[in-house]
């Protein structure tokens, strides 16, 4: 692609996206369009997205304890083990 094609690309998208703009910020049935349909849409989208993070990082937890756990009985944790108190404790009473 030369310049003037990018350039012309450029505007047209350009062009476009503010027509579009115009239509949903300018216009009756466009502000209706926007708030009836494409906000909550999008209100949806970002709870989904929130709840979907918060599952990521509750996976993320368990993953990091499974390998703590697995470090530790095999013997390779630094012997500051947050979840025993003594990583070589013989008898539990």
């Known amino acids: 692609m030369n310049e003037n094609t990018r350039a012309m690309v450029a505007a047209i998208v350009g062009a476009v996206i503010g027509g579009v703009a115009g239509y949903l910020f300018l216009t009756e049935n466009g502000r209706t369009l926007r708030r009836r349909q ?3 849409a999008l209100e949806d989208l970002a709870r989904e997205l929130s709840g979907f993070s918060a ?9 990091s304890e499974g390998w703590k756990l697995i470090g530790d009985a ?5 012997g500051r083990s947050s979840r025993y108190g003594n990583p070589h404790q013989t008898a539990p009473f």
């Open 38 to 40: 494409i906000e909550p």
């Open 55 to 63: 599952t990521l990082q509750k996976a993320t937890g368990i993953a």
């Open 74 to 78: 095999l013997g390779e944790g630094d």
